[in-house]
């Protein structure tokens, strides 16, 4: 069936066929458990089905099947890797629309959002297929009474904990390198996002990936999240989350010396100088904040204007926002719901609390629902405007479609203020002149910079931030780095 149909027929029904119930273990889905727990479709605040609450024999039952897959994976010739890990690709492709529709009812964004998600999820298979019979180690040399190399090995066990804004590139992004390297996989998803992953799973067994290499395991993070960080089986685990939860991992993960990739959000700024295009600079921020309804860790959630231009990009930003159309993902919205009900309770007490700052909001403010139903939890898009470098919603990460607007005069003050804040994902910058750029590029304190288009890059760049944006490295061949381990062999070549 297309994506129009499996829409069409949830909007009708509000099922989705033949999601899975259990876990996905060893191969196989498990049958579902006793402790359940309601999955809702934000876009109406409703439960469309239920999941399975995992339990401490779950995921040690995963863990152990991880252990033994990865014993025969690392084996496993690695053109053999290459070849099934395109055979997923494929599958994701041809099983594009369900998973597309499965993600929009669990996250909340729109369809077309979440098509691109699945076909970048594709596209990192690709790539890292293509890295997976090419992890090569280099020769040292030491002079010829020695020879001497190196060669990457698989960790072995690795963890995901999967965020629920982007659950199916994010469960690929880590899942796709850890299996072109040699390792195994057990993965913990969101308890508010539980089903792609799980669809994700049949399908690489389906592609040919050994019982038991990838497994995934729903429930709670603060149960089966903290279980997966604590276990020394584990020998490296990826987290994408909030400072407060990364924070709690790697304590969690510490005693075991357990090899960690953080991924802990930011508060990015688009910076843009007098001789920007207004027009440019206006429809850079909109797509930097409103995307995904700014549930983003990479969102441009502050833009920092020169004082130049800052009255044509604010006027034409802000009417760009007024005439957004929230709306249920399936419906051809411009912009889809928040996530939970929870994480919008959070949005509305930021906001509110700004407006009793007696800060100047050009725009929205306030939870909304979907106009043709009057139900969702969806929250207007906003915009900030004028705000001191130590106001609350500079400093903190709202992770909602809310921009936070700063304005300077000098490079000087432009390059403090976009550094001012304890996170460092990525920036963009707006200009004409190369030369300041380039300067203030290599100023900012973050792992990713864009010039004149704020999305710019994709999955060949590696990602990951500075400062309490966490550390490591995800995406491009830098994600290969934290699934494999170098040694060095040297031979004496003396009679």
Request: charged share 20%; with cysteine.
């Amino acid at each position: 069936m297309t994506a129009e149909t499996i829409a069409r027929t949830y909007l009708e029904t509000g099922h989705l066929p033949s999601l899975p119930e259990g876990h996905f273990i060893d191969g196989k889905t498990t049958p579902p458990s006793n402790r359940k727990m309601e999955s809702f479709d934000p876009g109406r605040a409703e439960a469309f089905a239920e999941f399975s609450l995992g339990e401490t024999s779950d995921m040690d039952r995963a863990i152990a099947s991880a252990e033994q897959a990865a014993a025969h994976w690392r084996q496993v010739p690695p053109g053999e890797r290459c070849t099934i890990l395109n055979t997923v690709a494929r599958l994701f492709r041809e099983n594009a629309d369900r998973l597309a529709v499965i993600e929009v009812v669990d996250s909340g964004k729109t369809l077309a959002e979440a098509q691109g998600d699945v076909q970048s999820s594709a596209r990192l298979f690709e790539y890292y297929a293509g890295a997976a019979d090419k992890l090569d180690g280099r020769s040292v040399n030491l002079g010829p009474g020695h020879t001497a190399f190196t060669v990457r090995e698989p960790v072995g066990v690795t963890g995901h904990i999967i965020p629920w804004n982007y659950p199916t590139s994010t469960f690929a992004r880590g899942v796709a390198p850890a299996l072109a390297a040699g390792c195994s996989v057990v993965a913990k998803p969101a308890e508010t996002t539980p089903f792609t992953a799980l669809v994700m799973a049949e399908l690489l067994c389906e592609a040919g990936v050994p019982d038991g290499l990838v497994n995934v395991v729903t429930g709670l993070g603060s149960d089966m999240g903290a279980q997966l960080a604590r276990d020394p089986r584990i020998k490296q685990l990826t987290f994408t989350g909030s400072v407060s939860t990364g924070i709690n991992v790697a304590q969690m993960a510490a005693p075991n010396v357990t090899r960690l990739t953080l991924e802990l959000g930011g508060k990015s700024p688009l910076i843009a100088f007098e001789d920007a295009d207004p027009e440019k600079v206006a429809d850079g921020s909109y797509w930097a904040i409103f995307s995904n309804s700014g549930q983003i860790c990479s969102a441009g959630s502050r833009l920092i204007l020169h004082k130049a231009i800052r009255d044509d990009v604010l006027a034409i930003l802000a009417e760009r926002a007024k005439s957004i159309r929230p709306g249920h993902g399936l419906s051809d919205p411009d912009m889809g719901a928040i996530n939970s009900d929870l994480h919008l309770s959070r949005i509305k007490t930021h906001v509110e609390a700004a407006k009793a700052r007696g800060a100047t909001l050009l725009t929205g403010g306030d939870v909304t629902v979907d106009a043709d139903t009057g139900k969702g939890w969806f929250f207007q898009p906003t915009v900030i405007a004028d705000l001191a470098p130590g106001d609350p919603a500079v400093q903190d990460e709202i992770f909602g479609p809310v921009l936070s607007v700063q304005n300077f005069e000098t490079e000087e003050e432009a390059i403090r203020l976009a550094n001012g804040t304890e996170f460092g994902l990525i920036a963009s910058v707006y200009t004409r002149d190369v030369g300041r750029a380039m300067r203030v590029a290599h100023a900012m304190d973050c792992g990713q910079v864009s010039v004149n288009d704020y999305w710019a890059g994709g999955l060949e760049l590696p990602f990951g931030g500075n400062k309490k944006s966490g550390y490591g490295r995800e995406k491009g061949w830098e994600g290969l780095d934290a699934y494999t381990k170098v040694k060095s062999i040297t031979i004496s070549n003396g009679s």
